[in-house]
């Protein structure tokens, strides 16, 4: 497949050798439930030859095809980690009290993508990223430790007793408040009074509602130069107000989830209580990070839920099902607003479609073949280190570029 402006598109060597590296970055993205838009992009733009705009088309349909893969095998998947029961690794709750502010991030990410120069963007993401990737390595060498002393009791070497979740805890609460919170998930439900066929389905309709109104809205609004639905002045008093209708609507939908939720006290291995107001901070975070460095939040918001001590599991299923309703938000916009090479992008998502059922595969059985679920968090750390030296590279290319060409590199209006 050639690409250039909008001729037809020819099979073509780069094109063949981008589809492998993207192959390759599915395959490891998938096993970590982030979206992979940090590799993408630089694939395509280095090896295809994309323009940056093309590439980030390119990429929102292929984190989407990736993020299917994902929700198909993980919708299915159970852990009986949790105190003998068997439960899915999505939790729905974390996603519930997430995406809405992560959507709202998005779109001020994007305006602040639009005000700070393009030196100031590099930077951040270069510092951002590092300390996730740190943390994340941090996080994955700390799981392996506690994994090969789970290996120990499981062998009689160490003469303690063995909790049901293969977890060793060494805080404050007590050991029946261990296994309790361990038995519970990160943040409390209501189990029975909404499930059917095992799947949460008003909290599923709940998500399908965010995903729709934030949707409708970018719809109606358009983009800056205008393009939308409606006939609106870009960046008119009618395109701020729809944008500034995000608020109230994330405000009301993440209120709706935590008015019916309630903390927990003592969660997870890293030994401390876990709030439910942190994942909508989380989120809004990740999701404005994701919306300034032009990739998808999920990258940005697994290592904080790693950090906050949910487990590797959970945090790949739950961001991969996050990233899902992201992602086709993305790629839904581009295809109304009339995106080129609409068939390319098509094959190269199938392409990462595949590629994720193959790296979820191989790393679950893995994971079941050695009992290391760490093998999930060193596999985000690797995402997220080939993701800032790539991302970096190519924007400190482009800084130096402006630069070398004498452009304005400071401040600018959003319109």
Request: hydrophobic content about 45%.
């Amino acid at each position: 497949m050639k690409f250039q402006g909008g001729k037809g598109l020819e099979l073509s060597g780069t094109s063949v050798l981008a589809g492998v590296f993207c192959f390759i970055a599915a395959s490891i993205s998938s096993a970590g439930g982030i979206g992979g838009g940090g590799l993408y992009i630089p694939i395509l733009t280095i090896v295809a030859g994309l323009d940056l705009k093309t590439a980030s088309s390119f990429s929102a349909f292929m984190v989407t095809g990736g993020s299917i893969a994902n929700v198909m095998y993980n919708l299915r998947a159970q852990s009986d980690k949790f105190g003998g029961k068997s439960k899915t690794l999505i939790d729905y709750d974390i996603a519930l009290l997430s995406e809405p502010c992560m959507l709202l991030g998005v779109s001020v990410g994007v305006i602040c993508n639009l005000v700070f120069p393009e030196w100031l963007i590099t930077v951040l993401f270069a510092i951002f990223l590092f300390w996730s990737t740190f943390k994340t390595c941090g996080n994955g060498v700390g799981h392996w430790k506690r994994e090969s002393e789970e290996h120990q009791l499981e062998s009689g070497n160490i003469g303690y007793e063995k909790l049901e979740n293969g977890v060793i805890q060494n805080g404050n609460c007590s050991e029946s408040e261990e296994v309790k919170s361990l038995e519970e998930p990160l943040v409390g439900t209501e189990e029975g009074k909404e499930e059917f066929g095992g799947y949460p389905w008003k909290k599923l309709v709940v998500l399908v509602m965010v995903w729709f109104s934030f949707s409708a809205i970018y719809l109606l609004r358009g983009n800056r130069y205008g393009q939308g639905i409606l006939p609106m002045k870009p960046c008119g008093v009618g395109y701020w107000t729809l944008s500034l209708f995000q608020i109230p609507l994330a405000i009301a939908f993440t209120a709706w989830i935590l008015g019916r939720k309630e903390a927990i006290a003592c969660q997870g291995p890293n030994e401390k209580g876990v709030n439910k107001f942190i994942f909508p901070l989380m989120a809004l975070l990740a999701g404005g990070l994701g919306g300034l460095f032009g990739i998808g939040g999920g990258m940005l918001i697994s290592p904080l839920l790693l950090q906050v001590g949910v487990a590797p599991e959970v945090t790949a299923a739950t961001c991969s099902f996050m990233v899902f309703f992201s992602s086709t938000m993305s790629a839904f916009q581009y295809l109304l607003l009339g995106m080129d090479h609409t068939e390319a992008a098509l094959i190269f998502s199938i392409i990462c479609f595949v590629a994720s059922l193959v790296g979820l595969l191989v790393v679950q059985k893995a994971i079941k073949e050695f009992g290391r679920a760490s093998l999930i968090v060193f596999s985000v750390g690797i995402v997220m280190a080939l993701s800032t030296i790539l991302m970096t590279s190519f924007g400190a290319l482009d800084v130096w570029e402006d630069y070398s060409s004498g452009s304005y590199m400071g401040f600018k209006l959003p319109c």
